[in-house]
């Protein structure tokens, strides 16, 4: 397939109806947007969503616009968008990291793909640009790890694919027509092939529903445990209690009043 980066989303055919939902830290549009494009009876969803960072910080109003913009929607794809030619990484990705898991699970992560912008990029110091993305690329898997709060060995058993994404004019084409990177990929036909491997893959795809999104009913939460702490309380609290109270009535010495006057009862009753 021989796809153009003007039309990328628009001749992507994917095996069913898929949504693609596309996490970025800076965006354009301060509302997400969904484009859906068909062809032979399929159907790909793609969600753009706006940046989650505002001023340094976690943009709580536009995480709740996305999560609200998502319910009863299922998420099968989520592009973690950063750029390649950062050198560094920084707590902002592992802040983000975390607002992604909070909100709709560890699981989403086994449906996740990292993607690199401006891939058209010359590493510094002629370090060579494979070894410059497989440096960017671990160092901000191993944030976004800590940041979802996955153990490593499970998250490396999500096994997390990075793709590279130049949307520029600068790409050289190859004898196709494909727009490739310094490293000779075809972009956009590996960026599809990975969509499609994910989507495909055995994890669960993350439906957004309404418990998801306002997380659980504080009026609930619990009730399924009150009878068994009122059979704890009551066989280990209040029976041996009533026991010794019992106990302590039958061994009390009663004032000669008293047992004189049970006597004259007793005698009466025969």
């Given at each position: 397939?021989?796809?153009?980066?003007?039309?990328?989303?628009?001749?992507?055919?994917?095996?069913?109806?898929?949504?693609?939902?596309?996490?970025?830290?800076?965006?354009?549009?301060?509302?997400?947007?969904?484009?859906?494009?068909?062809?032979?009876?399929?159907?790909?969803?793609?969600?753009?969503?706006?940046?989650?960072?505002?001023?340094?910080?976690?943009?709580?109003?536009?995480?709740d616009i996305i999560k609200r913009f998502l319910l009863n929607k299922t998420i099968?794809?989520?592009?973690?968008?950063?750029?390649?030619?950062?050198?560094?990484?920084?707590?902002?990705?592992?802040?983000?990291?975390?607002?992604?898991?909070?909100?709709?699970?560890?699981?989403?992560?086994?449906?996740?793909?990292?993607?690199?912008?401006?891939?058209?990029?010359?590493?510094?110091?002629?370090?060579?640009?494979?070894?410059?993305?497989?440096?960017?690329?671990?160092?901000?898997?191993?944030?976004?790890?800590?940041?979802?709060?996955?153990?490593?060995?499970?998250?490396?058993?999500?096994?997390?694919?990075?793709?590279?994404?130049?949307?520029?004019?600068?790409?050289?084409?190859?004898?196709?027509?494909?727009?490739?990177?310094?490293?000779?990929?075809?972009?956009?036909?590996n960026l599809v092939q990975t969509i499609t491997d994910i989507a495909l893959n055995?994890?669960?795809?993350?439906?957004?529903?309404?418990?998801?999104?306002?997380?659980?009913?504080?009026?609930?939460?619990?009730?399924?445990?009150?009878?068994?702490?009122?059979?704890?309380?009551?066989?280990?609290?209040?029976?041996?209690?009533?026991?010794?109270?019992?106990?302590?009535?039958?061994?009390?010495?009663?004032?000669?009043?008293?047992?004189?006057?049970?006597?004259?009862?007793?005698?009466?009753?025969?």
């Amino acid at each position: 397939m021989i796809l153009s980066c003007d039309v990328l989303w628009v001749v992507i055919v994917l095996l069913s109806d898929y949504n693609v939902c596309s996490f970025v830290a800076k965006s354009e549009g301060p509302r997400p947007v969904i484009v859906s494009r068909s062809r032979a009876g399929f159907t790909l969803n793609i969600i753009d969503t706006p940046g989650l960072i505002e001023g340094g910080y976690i943009n709580d109003m536009a995480l709740d616009i996305i999560k609200r913009f998502l319910l009863n929607k299922t998420i099968d794809v989520l592009l973690y968008v950063d750029r390649l030619d950062v050198y560094r990484v920084d707590n902002l990705d592992k802040v983000v990291a975390k607002a992604i898991t909070d909100s709709f699970g560890k699981g989403i992560w086994s449906k996740t793909i990292l993607a690199l912008t401006h891939a058209q990029f010359s590493p510094p110091d002629g370090l060579p640009y494979d070894e410059f993305f497989s440096q960017r690329s671990e160092s901000l898997l191993k944030v976004l790890r800590s940041g979802a709060r996955i153990k490593k060995e499970a998250f490396q058993a999500a096994s997390i694919p990075v793709v590279l994404v130049e949307n520029s004019g600068r790409c050289n084409k190859n004898d196709s027509d494909e727009k490739v990177l310094p490293n000779g990929t075809a972009w956009i036909p590996n960026l599809v092939q990975t969509i499609t491997d994910i989507a495909l893959n055995q994890s669960e795809s993350i439906h957004v529903d309404k418990n998801l999104i306002e997380g659980p009913n504080p009026n609930q939460r619990g009730k399924l445990w009150t009878p068994l702490v009122f059979a704890i309380q009551y066989f280990l609290i209040m029976k041996p209690i009533k026991g010794l109270i019992e106990k302590d009535i039958a061994n009390e010495r009663k004032p000669t009043w008293e047992r004189r006057d049970a006597a004259f009862r007793k005698r009466d009753l025969y």
